[in-house]
């Protein structure tokens, strides 16, 4: 069994922006603090406008505030809460920036989107307190969502962007329609279950996360279930949490289950950065188990931690 091509360029893209440092915009907004803890920032206002983040029907949007401001106006009706927030944005200057903040405040603040942008502009402004009180706020309403997840990565610039993959270790042909179906017969084993977690993973990471804990209810033993969840369930206030229980693990687990688990746990150490750690348990898994699917990826990211460069040409050549 080979992991599909898909899949495993998304990994490899992930893969490049974490070693390759691509925190996109992030890396201007604030200056990286130690540990586990929030970013720690200056309260001196940053120059120019606040970054328009606002997911929006159709494709995404290439350039800058004002073209995501037109494609707001394009796409959405005139009452959408987002043209709000991009009209008050793009009304952002040095000597609007409270009134920015003000006119922020005063939309629905149990929207993820308005919440986003209150803590971009309260960072922008010199407010990091406020700011980080938004993301958090941001989080709790979306997470695992696109804005959840653009707070999570602001708030963790210590730890990668995004989140870990689980992957299963036999691939699922079934659609997703044809997983839900499964699920719901009375017949529905963990296996179904842990497979429908991975179908979601992409689209919806919060319900994947719910059926491998399902999946795990079914088989409390179960090595692959097991490991779902502590992947999925990764949280980057914790990430120690979910690293311990897979260490716990592979300390457990059989020769034939040890390769998946090792290479989940490296990559976890891979996106908190430890990539001394990472390339032990991703050498570990091609040692152990060197035909298996996950020593292709371990491979992969045992080069990508020896050579940035060789790993974008990689992810590029798919």
């Known amino acids: 069994m080979r992991i599909p091509g898909g899949r495993r360029r998304a990994i490899l893209v992930a893969a490049v922006a974490v ?15 130690g540990g586990d803890g929030p970013a720690k920032v200056t309260a001196k206002p940053l120059a120019g406008q606040p970054p328009l983040f606002l997911q929006l029907p159709g494709p995404a949007v290439k350039g800058d505030d004002a073209a995501v401001y037109a494609a707001a106006r394009a796409r959405l009706p005139a009452g959408d809460v987002r043209v709000a927030i991009a009209r ?34 309260q960072l922008w402004s010199g407010h990091p307190f406020a ?10 309403l979306n997470p695992y969502g696109y804005y959840g997840t653009k707070a999570d990565n602001l708030l963790h ?42 179908a979601l993973e992409g689209p919806d990471r919060l319900a994947a996360l ?8 079914l088989d409390p033993t179960g090595v692959s279930e097991q490991v779902a969840v502590a992947v999925l369930g990764f949280s980057k206030d914790l990430p120690m949490t979910a690293i311990s229980a897979l260490g716990n693990l592979a300390s457990e687990a059989s020769t034939q289950d040890n390769a ?38 371990a491979h992969v990211f045992g080069q990508c931690l020896k050579s940035p460069a060789l790993c974008q040409r990689i992810a590029k050549s798919g």
Do not use: C, M
């Open 260 to 297: 998946q688990v090792r290479f989940h746990l490296g990559l976890l150490y891979f996106w908190i950065r430890d990539s001394q750690d990472a390339a032990a348990q991703f050498t570990q898994v091609e040692q152990d188990a060197p035909k298996s699917p996950y020593a292709q990826v």
């Open 210 to 217: 719910k059926a491998a804990r399902t999946a795990a209810g």
């Open 157 to 198: 610039l210590n730890e990668a962007q995004g989140y870990p993959p689980y992957i299963l270790p036999v691939s699922s042909h079934r659609s997703l329609a044809a997983l839900r179906a499964a699920v719901a017969a009375p017949s529905a084993s963990a296996a179904d279950w842990l497979a429908l977690a991975s």
């Open 88 to 121: 008050a944005i793009a009304g952002y200057g040095p000597a609007t920036r409270d009134r920015t903040v003000a006119t922020l405040r005063r939309l629905p603040q149990s929207n993820p989107a308005v919440a986003f942008e209150l803590g971009l502009a």
């Open 19 to 33: 070693i390759a440092g691509v925190v996109a915009v992030v890396a201007v907004l604030v200056t990286r603090g």
């Open 131 to 140: 700011a980080e009180a938004s993301l958090h706020s941001v989080r709790r």
